[in-house]
């Protein structure tokens, strides 16, 4: 026990604990059970379960009733910078073995916000393929694509399992992605969503939208991606050297511009933006 301690402070060093129990731990393995650590660190049963239960919120940690508390599986991890140049190659730098179920495939007229994102008329026949992408067998992210029927006559659903939608657009539509705006923020599931992933209704998700263009500047496909927040993470390298035109590299194809979908003006702070 460590005398004249804060609140604070005894919950960090519990913390501290058991993110290192976490780090020496195969996933899926137990933790000491609460009696043993309560010992260990000279708490009482309620603080333990306190910071126990900040860690099972923050994906680390997995409480099973009756069995213990065991070490949740690592989360899946995107790095931008690697898969700026390859994901439109469907080569994404992204841990796990994917694969893909498909939930739903139709084909619809485009309407109102689709055919913003496409630009294309709202009556233009959208194929829209929604599919449960899946990493060493578990949901990840429920996907949805857009793309004009006229671009790719003749795909089908059980394409897209088999095959990387990017290599079926060079490879058998004579079609080149060349370049894709994506956005990320934070959402919830609704329960639809929810159901399909395995997770509770309005968990914390990250939701993707991607703009893709071929070499003509064509839109060939905008997708809606709701990933699961508490398996997926992204990671990013920042590169703080200037570029020609004054902008800043901030990782992967990030790029410091006014042109990020969803937004007329990015403020940037002044500390990576002024020259030294």
């Known amino acids: 026990m460590v005398i004249n301690e804060s609140r604070r402070e005894k919950r960090e060093r519990i ?23 309560c010992e260990e660190l000279g708490v009482s049963r309620p603080t333990l379960r306190s910071v126990v239960d900040d860690l099972v919120r923050d994906g680390l940690l997995v409480r099973e009733h009756g069995r213990g508390v065991f070490v949740a599986k690592a989360k899946v991890a995107q790095d931008l910078a690697q898969t700026a140049s390859r994901s439109l190659l469907g080569v994404g730098a992204v841990d796990g073995h994917w694969t893909s179920r498909t939930v739903d495939s139709r084909v619809v007229a485009a309407g109102p916000r689709i055919s913003r994102r496409l630009r294309v008329s709202p009556g233009e026949p959208v194929l829209r393929i929604t599919r449960l992408r899946l990493v060493d067998g578990d949901p990840m992210c429920l996907e949805t694509l857009h793309v004009p029927q006229a671009l790719v006559p003749g795909l089908a659903a059980r394409d897209l ?116």
């Open 161 to 276: 399992e088999a095959d990387s939608f990017y290599r079926l657009l060079g490879r058998r539509f004579g079609i080149l992605p060349t370049d894709a705006r994506q956005s990320i923020e934070p959402t919830v599931v609704d329960e639809s969503e929810a159901d399909l992933l395995g997770v509770p209704p309005h968990t914390p998700a990250l939701l993707f939208e991607r703009e893709t263009r071929d070499a003509d500047g064509r839109v060939v496909e905008f997708t809606h991606s709701v990933y699961r927040g508490d398996r997926y993470r992204i990671l990013t390298q920042l590169s703080l050297a200037a570029r020609p035109d004054n902008g800043r590299v901030l990782g992967g194809s990030w790029s410091a511009a006014s042109t990020v979908p969803g937004a007329d003006t990015l403020v940037l702070d002044p500390y990576w933006t002024e020259q030294a």
């Open 15 to 37: 913390r501290e604990r058991l993110l290192d129990l976490v780090e020496e731990t195969r996933d899926g393995a137990s933790i000491p059970a609460e009696r043993q650590l």
